[in-house]
């Protein structure tokens, strides 16, 4: 594993990438925070990362004044029900879609009282986030793997937002373990299929 993160590490740094290293959640949330600080960044959008859950830098940055603005169709209702996930894959099972619509209209993102189709309601939170993908000044995305052999992040999503985090907002930052590390396209081709 260290050959790997060396390999990886000076992979992304030959790519034009800052590399920081932290040793726990403190330093992780303190790294974070300085970067959006010498960027001026007032709002960060971010997707896919059970890694800033785990360290609960949603609610550490938000102390320090950033808009933290999750947007997984998931982690977006649980982050506006102020719950924790309940499922690493499916966070928000344990939530009806009535509680969301509900939620929904008392938050002003559905104007269609009572209406809880499923279709509905993703379309509102689509229309909801467009305006804070603008608006941010960051992104984040976690990372499902990073390849050693070429420094490349592969972020596995099927909403869609993650690229909007990753395209959008002109500073994106990675959020990853150094469990995440493989060595090659030739492993990646494995993991993936695992990961499925």
Same mark, same amino acid.
């Given at each position: 594993?260290a050959?790997y993160l /060396?390999?990886?590490?000076?992979r992304?740094?030959?790519?034009?990438v800052?590399?920081?290293?932290?040793?726990d959640?403190k330093?992780f949330n303190?790294?974070?925070?300085?970067?959006?600080?010498?960027? /001026?960044?007032k709002? *960060?959008v971010?997707?896919k990362?059970? *890694?800033? /859950?785990?360290?609960?830098?949603?609610?550490?940055?938000?102390?320090?004044g950033i808009?933290?603005v /999750?947007?997984d169709l998931?982690e977006?209702?649980?982050?506006?029900m102020? *719950?924790?996930?309940s499922?690493?894959?499916?966070?928000a099972?344990?939530? !009806?879609?009535?509680e969301?619509g509900?939620? =929904?209209e008392?938050?002003?993102?559905?104007?269609?009282i009572?209406?809880?189709?499923?279709?509905y309601l993703?379309?509102c939170?689509?229309?909801?986030l467009?305006?804070?993908f603008?608006?941010?000044e960051?992104g984040m995305?976690?990372?499902n =793997?990073?390849?050693? $052999? !070429?420094?490349?992040?592969?972020?596995?999503?099927n909403?869609g937002? $993650?690229?909007?985090?990753? $395209?959008?907002?002109?500073?994106?930052i990675?959020?990853?373990?150094?469990?995440?590390?493989?060595?090659?396209?030739?492993?990646?081709?494995?993991?993936q299929?695992?990961?499925?």
């Open positions: 594993l050959q /060396e390999k990886f590490s000076k992304l740094e030959a790519n034009g800052i590399v920081h290293w932290a040793e959640a330093e303190e790294t974070v925070l300085d970067i959006l600080h010498k960027h /001026e960044v709002k *960060l971010k997707s990362s059970m *890694l800033t /859950e785990e360290c609960e830098m949603n609610k550490y940055l938000m102390a320090k808009d933290v /999750e947007t998931g977006r209702i649980l982050q506006l102020d *719950l924790k996930p499922h690493i894959v499916v966070p099972a344990h939530i !009806t879609r009535d969301v509900d939620m =929904f008392e938050k002003g993102i559905s104007k269609d009572g209406n809880h189709d499923p279709t993703t379309q939170a689509r229309y909801s467009r305006e804070e603008i608006e941010a960051a995305t976690g990372c =793997f990073g390849v050693a $052999a !070429t420094g490349d992040c592969v972020v596995c999503t909403e937002n $993650a690229d909007m985090c990753t $395209a959008i907002p002109k500073l994106h990675v959020a990853m373990g150094i469990d995440k590390v493989i060595p090659n396209y030739d492993s990646l081709a494995v993991f299929r695992l990961l499925c």
